[in-house]
Protein backbone atom coordinates (compact mmCIF):
# COMPACT_ATOMS: atom_id res chain seq x y z
CA UNK A 1 0.00 0.00 0.00
CA UNK A 2 1.40 3.61 -1.24
CA UNK A 3 0.98 6.87 1.13
CA UNK A 4 2.29 8.28 -1.96
CA UNK A 5 0.27 10.48 -4.65
CA UNK A 6 0.32 12.17 -7.82
CA UNK A 7 -2.19 13.57 -10.95
CA UNK A 8 -2.90 12.28 -13.77
CA UNK A 9 -0.82 12.48 -17.03
CA UNK A 10 -1.83 15.46 -18.87
CA UNK A 11 -2.43 13.28 -22.87
CA UNK A 12 -3.80 10.16 -21.33
CA UNK A 13 -7.06 10.73 -22.31
CA UNK A 14 -5.12 10.14 -26.09
CA UNK A 15 -5.58 6.05 -24.94
CA UNK A 16 -8.14 4.16 -25.85
CA UNK A 17 -8.89 0.82 -25.08
CA UNK A 18 -8.02 -0.48 -28.94
CA UNK A 19 -4.19 0.93 -27.87
CA UNK A 20 -1.64 -1.70 -26.96
CA UNK A 21 1.42 -0.67 -25.46
CA UNK A 22 4.13 -2.91 -25.14
CA UNK A 23 6.95 -2.42 -21.74
CA UNK A 24 10.08 -4.23 -22.99
CA UNK A 25 11.81 -4.80 -19.39
CA UNK A 26 8.19 -4.70 -18.37
CA UNK A 27 9.90 -6.79 -15.06
CA UNK A 28 12.40 -4.54 -14.30
CA UNK A 29 12.64 -1.68 -11.37
CA UNK A 30 11.92 1.22 -14.29
CA UNK A 31 8.72 -0.99 -15.93
CA UNK A 32 7.42 -2.12 -12.24
CA UNK A 33 7.40 1.98 -11.96
CA UNK A 34 5.31 1.82 -14.85
CA UNK A 35 2.85 -0.34 -13.90
CA UNK A 36 2.43 1.13 -10.41
CA UNK A 37 1.49 4.15 -12.44
CA UNK A 38 -1.19 2.74 -14.88
CA UNK A 39 -2.91 0.59 -12.19
CA UNK A 40 -3.23 3.87 -9.95
CA UNK A 41 -4.07 6.25 -12.61
CA UNK A 42 -6.03 3.46 -14.19
CA UNK A 43 -4.89 4.29 -17.65
CA UNK A 44 -6.81 3.05 -20.90
CA UNK A 45 -5.29 0.66 -23.19
CA UNK A 46 -4.00 -2.76 -22.81
CA UNK A 47 -0.49 -2.59 -21.83
CA UNK A 48 1.50 -5.73 -21.77
CA UNK A 49 4.78 -6.03 -19.32
CA UNK A 50 7.68 -7.84 -21.03
CA UNK A 51 10.13 -9.76 -19.34
CA UNK A 52 12.87 -11.86 -20.56
CA UNK A 53 10.46 -15.10 -20.15
CA UNK A 54 8.38 -13.92 -22.61
CA UNK A 55 11.30 -13.63 -25.31
CA UNK A 56 15.10 -13.24 -25.10
CA UNK A 57 15.25 -9.90 -27.36
CA UNK A 58 18.91 -10.60 -27.89
CA UNK A 59 17.15 -12.83 -30.33
CA UNK A 60 15.35 -12.13 -33.22
CA UNK A 61 13.15 -15.15 -34.19
CA UNK A 62 11.90 -14.47 -30.46
CA UNK A 63 11.32 -10.82 -30.52
CA UNK A 64 9.39 -11.50 -33.68
CA UNK A 65 7.44 -13.46 -32.02
CA UNK A 66 6.79 -11.32 -28.76
CA UNK A 67 5.57 -8.34 -31.37
CA UNK A 68 3.47 -11.01 -33.35
CA UNK A 69 1.86 -11.90 -30.20
CA UNK A 70 1.49 -8.57 -28.46
CA UNK A 71 0.48 -6.47 -31.51
CA UNK A 72 1.36 -3.29 -29.94
CA UNK A 73 0.69 0.13 -31.40
CA UNK A 74 2.69 1.83 -28.96
CA UNK A 75 6.29 0.14 -27.46
CA UNK A 76 8.25 1.64 -24.89
CA UNK A 77 11.84 0.16 -24.82
CA UNK A 78 13.45 -0.52 -21.45
CA UNK A 79 14.69 -3.98 -21.59
CA UNK A 80 18.53 -3.65 -21.32
CA UNK A 81 21.46 -5.60 -19.35
CA UNK A 82 22.64 -3.22 -16.94
CA UNK A 83 24.14 -2.89 -13.62
CA UNK A 84 26.38 -0.66 -11.37
CA UNK A 85 30.25 0.43 -11.68
CA UNK A 86 31.65 -2.98 -11.23
CA UNK A 87 29.64 -4.85 -13.20
CA UNK A 88 29.89 -2.56 -15.76
CA UNK A 89 33.75 -2.66 -15.96
CA UNK A 90 33.68 -6.59 -15.31
CA UNK A 91 31.17 -7.59 -18.72
CA UNK A 92 31.95 -4.89 -21.19
CA UNK A 93 31.77 -7.47 -24.64
CA UNK A 94 28.39 -8.64 -23.28
CA UNK A 95 27.13 -4.90 -22.26
CA UNK A 96 27.82 -4.30 -26.14
CA UNK A 97 26.68 -7.07 -27.65
CA UNK A 98 23.29 -8.25 -25.55
CA UNK A 99 22.58 -3.83 -25.65
CA UNK A 100 22.98 -3.67 -29.51
CA UNK A 101 21.59 -6.85 -30.15
CA UNK A 102 18.61 -5.85 -27.97
CA UNK A 103 18.10 -2.59 -29.11
CA UNK A 104 18.60 -2.95 -32.99
CA UNK A 105 16.11 -6.35 -32.82
CA UNK A 106 13.21 -4.33 -30.63
CA UNK A 107 13.56 -1.29 -33.30
CA UNK A 108 13.44 -3.83 -36.42
CA UNK A 109 10.04 -5.07 -35.13
CA UNK A 110 8.79 -1.77 -34.16
CA UNK A 111 9.40 -0.45 -37.69
CA UNK A 112 7.84 -3.96 -39.23
CA UNK A 113 4.95 -3.48 -36.84
CA UNK A 114 3.89 0.15 -37.82
CA UNK A 115 4.12 1.13 -34.14
CA UNK A 116 3.05 4.64 -33.82
CA UNK A 117 5.19 5.96 -31.39
CA UNK A 118 8.31 3.59 -29.49
CA UNK A 119 10.15 5.65 -26.59
CA UNK A 120 13.96 4.08 -25.52
CA UNK A 121 15.82 4.61 -22.83
CA UNK A 122 19.34 5.71 -22.66
CA UNK A 123 21.06 6.96 -19.04
CA UNK A 124 22.77 10.16 -18.15
CA UNK A 125 26.15 8.00 -17.81
CA UNK A 126 26.21 7.55 -21.51
CA UNK A 127 27.40 11.32 -21.72
CA UNK A 128 30.57 12.53 -22.34
CA UNK A 129 33.32 12.10 -19.48
CA UNK A 130 34.46 15.37 -20.06
CA UNK A 131 31.56 18.38 -20.68
CA UNK A 132 30.34 21.14 -18.73
CA UNK A 133 27.63 21.15 -16.14
CA UNK A 134 24.73 21.18 -15.92
CA UNK A 135 24.62 18.50 -19.10
CA UNK A 136 21.74 18.87 -21.15
CA UNK A 137 20.58 16.85 -23.83
CA UNK A 138 22.52 18.22 -27.35
CA UNK A 139 25.88 17.03 -26.08
CA UNK A 140 25.03 13.09 -25.63
CA UNK A 141 27.86 12.47 -28.72
CA UNK A 142 30.39 15.29 -28.16
CA UNK A 143 33.11 13.29 -26.82
CA UNK A 144 33.91 9.48 -25.17
CA UNK A 145 31.88 8.05 -22.20
CA UNK A 146 33.35 7.64 -18.74
CA UNK A 147 35.81 4.28 -19.63
CA UNK A 148 34.09 2.84 -16.41
CA UNK A 149 31.21 2.49 -18.42
CA UNK A 150 32.11 2.58 -22.09
CA UNK A 151 30.35 -0.80 -23.82
CA UNK A 152 27.31 0.15 -22.15
CA UNK A 153 27.08 3.65 -23.13
CA UNK A 154 28.29 3.35 -26.82
CA UNK A 155 25.35 0.84 -27.06
CA UNK A 156 22.82 3.54 -25.84
CA UNK A 157 24.18 6.19 -28.09
CA UNK A 158 23.93 4.13 -31.31
CA UNK A 159 20.01 3.23 -29.78
CA UNK A 160 19.41 7.05 -30.02
CA UNK A 161 21.34 7.44 -33.68
CA UNK A 162 19.29 4.31 -35.00
CA UNK A 163 16.15 5.41 -33.84
CA UNK A 164 17.19 8.62 -35.56
CA UNK A 165 17.57 7.09 -38.37
CA UNK A 166 14.59 5.07 -38.87
CA UNK A 167 12.90 8.30 -38.56
CA UNK A 168 14.87 9.74 -41.82
CA UNK A 169 14.58 6.63 -44.11
CA UNK A 170 11.11 5.63 -43.01
CA UNK A 171 8.95 8.25 -41.85
CA UNK A 172 10.01 12.02 -43.02
CA UNK A 173 11.67 12.77 -40.10
CA UNK A 174 8.48 12.08 -37.78
CA UNK A 175 9.90 11.78 -34.55
CA UNK A 176 8.08 7.98 -34.09
CA UNK A 177 11.38 6.81 -32.57
CA UNK A 178 12.44 8.90 -29.83
CA UNK A 179 14.31 8.03 -26.38
CA UNK A 180 14.47 9.58 -22.85
CA UNK A 181 17.46 9.85 -20.55
CA UNK A 182 17.17 9.18 -17.26
CA UNK A 183 19.00 9.58 -14.13
CA UNK A 184 19.68 6.91 -11.80
CA UNK A 185 16.43 5.19 -10.84
CA UNK A 186 15.42 3.63 -7.31
CA UNK A 187 12.68 2.10 -6.04
CA UNK A 188 10.50 -0.91 -5.13
CA UNK A 189 11.65 -3.87 -7.06
CA UNK A 190 15.50 -2.39 -7.82
CA UNK A 191 18.02 -5.02 -7.68
CA UNK A 192 19.59 -4.82 -4.23
CA UNK A 193 22.38 -7.67 -5.42
CA UNK A 194 25.53 -5.82 -3.45
CA UNK A 195 27.79 -6.19 -6.17
CA UNK A 196 26.29 -6.31 -9.04
CA UNK A 197 23.40 -3.73 -8.51
CA UNK A 198 23.29 0.11 -8.41
CA UNK A 199 24.60 1.84 -5.47
CA UNK A 200 21.08 2.72 -3.85
CA UNK A 201 20.04 -0.48 -3.19
CA UNK A 202 22.87 -1.88 -2.68
CA UNK A 203 23.54 0.79 0.29
CA UNK A 204 19.97 -0.30 1.43
CA UNK A 205 21.01 -4.09 1.65
CA UNK A 206 24.47 -3.01 3.41
CA UNK A 207 22.41 -1.69 5.94
CA UNK A 208 20.06 -4.15 6.32
CA UNK A 209 22.72 -6.86 7.00
CA UNK A 210 24.85 -4.63 9.58
CA UNK A 211 21.66 -4.13 11.26
CA UNK A 212 20.91 -7.76 11.21
CA UNK A 213 24.45 -9.04 12.10
CA UNK A 214 25.16 -6.30 14.39
CA UNK A 215 28.34 -5.65 12.22
CA UNK A 216 29.78 -2.21 10.32
CA UNK A 217 28.07 -0.50 7.62
CA UNK A 218 30.77 0.18 4.85
CA UNK A 219 30.22 2.81 1.63
CA UNK A 220 32.70 1.76 -0.69
CA UNK A 221 34.66 4.80 -1.83
CA UNK A 222 34.88 8.45 -0.25
CA UNK A 223 31.09 8.97 -0.24
CA UNK A 224 31.73 12.15 -2.06
CA UNK A 225 30.73 11.69 -5.67
CA UNK A 226 26.94 13.53 -6.03
CA UNK A 227 24.16 12.07 -7.76
CA UNK A 228 20.60 12.99 -8.94
CA UNK A 229 18.18 10.04 -7.79
CA UNK A 230 14.97 9.61 -9.50
CA UNK A 231 12.01 7.34 -8.08
CA UNK A 232 10.76 4.52 -10.59
CA UNK A 233 7.57 5.97 -10.05
CA UNK A 234 8.13 9.52 -11.13
CA UNK A 235 10.41 8.29 -14.45
CA UNK A 236 7.24 6.33 -15.23
CA UNK A 237 5.34 9.16 -14.97
CA UNK A 238 7.90 10.93 -16.96
CA UNK A 239 8.28 8.19 -19.86
CA UNK A 240 4.65 8.11 -20.33
CA UNK A 241 3.91 11.93 -20.78
CA UNK A 242 6.52 11.74 -22.84
CA UNK A 243 4.97 9.05 -24.97
CA UNK A 244 1.89 10.79 -25.55
CA UNK A 245 3.19 14.43 -25.94
CA UNK A 246 6.70 14.75 -26.90
CA UNK A 247 7.27 15.46 -30.88
CA UNK A 248 10.65 15.66 -31.18
CA UNK A 249 13.85 12.88 -32.07
CA UNK A 250 15.98 14.48 -29.57
CA UNK A 251 16.10 12.08 -26.25
CA UNK A 252 14.86 13.78 -23.29
CA UNK A 253 16.56 13.86 -20.23
CA UNK A 254 14.10 12.79 -17.13
CA UNK A 255 15.47 13.57 -14.06
CA UNK A 256 14.98 15.79 -10.31
CA UNK A 257 16.15 19.20 -11.04
CA UNK A 258 20.04 19.83 -10.44
CA UNK A 259 19.55 21.48 -7.07
CA UNK A 260 18.18 18.06 -5.72
CA UNK A 261 21.60 16.45 -6.42
CA UNK A 262 22.82 14.56 -3.23
CA UNK A 263 26.25 13.47 -2.07
CA UNK A 264 26.76 9.13 -1.85
CA UNK A 265 27.36 9.73 1.60
CA UNK A 266 23.88 11.83 2.40
CA UNK A 267 22.23 9.20 0.81
CA UNK A 268 23.81 6.56 2.81
CA UNK A 269 22.60 8.60 6.27
CA UNK A 270 19.28 8.88 4.91
CA UNK A 271 19.00 5.23 4.80
CA UNK A 272 20.30 4.93 7.86
CA UNK A 273 17.57 7.09 8.96
CA UNK A 274 14.92 5.25 7.80
CA UNK A 275 16.52 1.96 9.17
CA UNK A 276 16.76 3.85 12.72
CA UNK A 277 20.64 2.82 12.00
CA UNK A 278 22.57 4.45 14.78
CA UNK A 279 26.16 3.68 14.73
CA UNK A 280 29.07 5.35 12.32
CA UNK A 281 28.75 4.96 8.70
CA UNK A 282 32.70 3.96 7.53
CA UNK A 283 33.78 4.64 4.38
CA UNK A 284 36.13 2.13 2.22
CA UNK A 285 38.09 4.86 0.45
CA UNK A 286 40.69 2.02 -1.25
CA UNK A 287 37.18 1.26 -3.25
CA UNK A 288 36.81 3.28 -7.06
CA UNK A 289 34.53 5.96 -7.02
CA UNK A 290 33.28 6.26 -10.41
CA UNK A 291 32.68 9.98 -12.21
CA UNK A 292 32.80 12.28 -9.58
CA UNK A 293 29.41 14.06 -10.73
CA UNK A 294 27.43 14.30 -13.60
CA UNK A 295 24.90 17.21 -12.96
CA UNK A 296 22.32 16.98 -15.52
CA UNK A 297 19.55 19.86 -16.66
CA UNK A 298 15.88 18.84 -16.84
CA UNK A 299 15.04 22.47 -17.87
CA UNK A 300 14.04 21.01 -21.32
CA UNK A 301 10.97 18.48 -19.80
CA UNK A 302 10.31 21.62 -17.22
CA UNK A 303 9.39 23.72 -19.53
CA UNK A 304 7.51 21.24 -21.41
CA UNK A 305 5.57 20.02 -18.13
CA UNK A 306 6.11 23.05 -15.70
CA UNK A 307 3.39 21.26 -13.35
CA UNK A 308 5.34 18.17 -12.82
CA UNK A 309 5.73 17.06 -9.00
CA UNK A 310 8.26 15.42 -8.02
CA UNK A 311 7.85 12.54 -4.85
CA UNK A 312 10.51 14.08 -2.12
CA UNK A 313 13.27 11.80 -1.43
CA UNK A 314 12.81 10.98 1.87
CA UNK A 315 9.08 9.58 1.21
CA UNK A 316 10.64 7.47 -1.40
CA UNK A 317 13.38 6.46 0.60
CA UNK A 318 10.58 5.72 3.50
CA UNK A 319 8.54 3.67 0.99
CA UNK A 320 11.67 1.73 -0.56
CA UNK A 321 13.37 0.41 2.70
CA UNK A 322 9.98 -0.56 3.88
CA UNK A 323 8.99 -2.49 0.85
CA UNK A 324 12.54 -4.00 1.07
CA UNK A 325 12.28 -4.61 4.94
CA UNK A 326 8.64 -6.03 3.74
CA UNK A 327 9.62 -8.38 0.90
CA UNK A 328 13.84 -9.34 1.83
CA UNK A 329 13.26 -13.18 1.37
CA UNK A 330 12.01 -12.74 -2.40
CA UNK A 331 13.48 -9.44 -3.61
CA UNK A 332 16.71 -9.85 -6.32
CA UNK A 333 19.92 -9.53 -4.37
N1 LIG B 1 18.24 1.61 -12.86
C1 LIG B 1 18.76 2.78 -13.18
O1 LIG B 1 19.32 3.48 -12.31
C2 LIG B 1 18.69 3.30 -14.59
C3 LIG B 1 19.16 4.59 -14.84
C4 LIG B 1 19.09 5.09 -16.13
C5 LIG B 1 18.57 4.31 -17.14
N2 LIG B 1 18.13 3.06 -16.86
C6 LIG B 1 17.60 2.26 -17.98
O2 LIG B 1 16.27 1.88 -17.66
C7 LIG B 1 15.96 0.66 -18.31
C8 LIG B 1 15.37 -0.31 -17.31
O3 LIG B 1 16.35 -0.56 -16.31
P1 LIG B 1 15.97 -1.19 -14.90
O4 LIG B 1 16.77 -0.46 -13.89
O5 LIG B 1 14.51 -1.30 -14.79
O6 LIG B 1 16.63 -2.64 -15.06
P2 LIG B 1 16.22 -4.01 -14.40
O7 LIG B 1 15.43 -3.82 -13.17
O8 LIG B 1 17.47 -4.83 -14.31
O9 LIG B 1 15.28 -4.62 -15.50
C9 LIG B 1 15.80 -5.03 -16.73
C10 LIG B 1 14.64 -5.52 -17.55
O10 LIG B 1 15.14 -5.93 -18.84
C11 LIG B 1 14.69 -7.26 -19.07
N3 LIG B 1 15.69 -7.95 -19.87
C12 LIG B 1 17.02 -8.08 -19.64
N4 LIG B 1 17.59 -8.84 -20.58
C13 LIG B 1 16.60 -9.22 -21.43
C14 LIG B 1 16.56 -10.02 -22.60
N5 LIG B 1 17.66 -10.58 -23.09
N6 LIG B 1 15.37 -10.19 -23.22
C15 LIG B 1 14.23 -9.62 -22.73
N7 LIG B 1 14.22 -8.83 -21.63
C16 LIG B 1 15.39 -8.64 -20.99
C17 LIG B 1 14.55 -7.89 -17.70
O11 LIG B 1 13.73 -9.03 -17.75
P3 LIG B 1 13.77 -10.14 -16.56
O12 LIG B 1 13.11 -9.48 -15.36
O13 LIG B 1 12.99 -11.26 -17.04
O14 LIG B 1 15.21 -10.42 -16.33
C18 LIG B 1 13.93 -6.73 -16.94
O15 LIG B 1 12.56 -6.66 -17.21
C19 LIG B 1 17.24 0.17 -18.96
O16 LIG B 1 17.20 0.48 -20.34
C20 LIG B 1 18.33 0.96 -18.27
O17 LIG B 1 19.45 1.15 -19.09
C21 LIG B 1 18.17 2.53 -15.61
Given at each position: ?????Y?????????????????????????????????????????????????N??????????????????????????????????Y?V??????????????????????????????????????????????????P????N????????????????????????????????????????????????????GL?????L??????????????????????????????????L??????????S????????????????????????????D???????????????????????????????????T?????????????
Amino acid sequence: MTNITYDTIPGSEKLDDNDVILVTGGTGLFGKGIEEVVQTLKLKGKFYFAGSKDGNLKNLDECEKLFEKVKPTYVLHLAAFVGGLFRNMKYKVDFWLDNVNMNNNVLRCCHKHNVKKTVSCLSTCIFPDKVSYPIHEDVLHNGPPHFSNDAYAYAKRMLDMTSRWFNQQYYEGEARFTSVIPTNLYGKYDNFNIQDGHVLPGLMHKIYLAQKNGTDYVVYGTGKPLRQFCYNVDAARMILWTLLNYTEEEPLIISVPEEDEVSIADVAKTIAEEFKFEKEIKFDTEKADGQYKKTASNDKFKKLYPDFKFTPFKDAIAETVQWFQANYETVRK
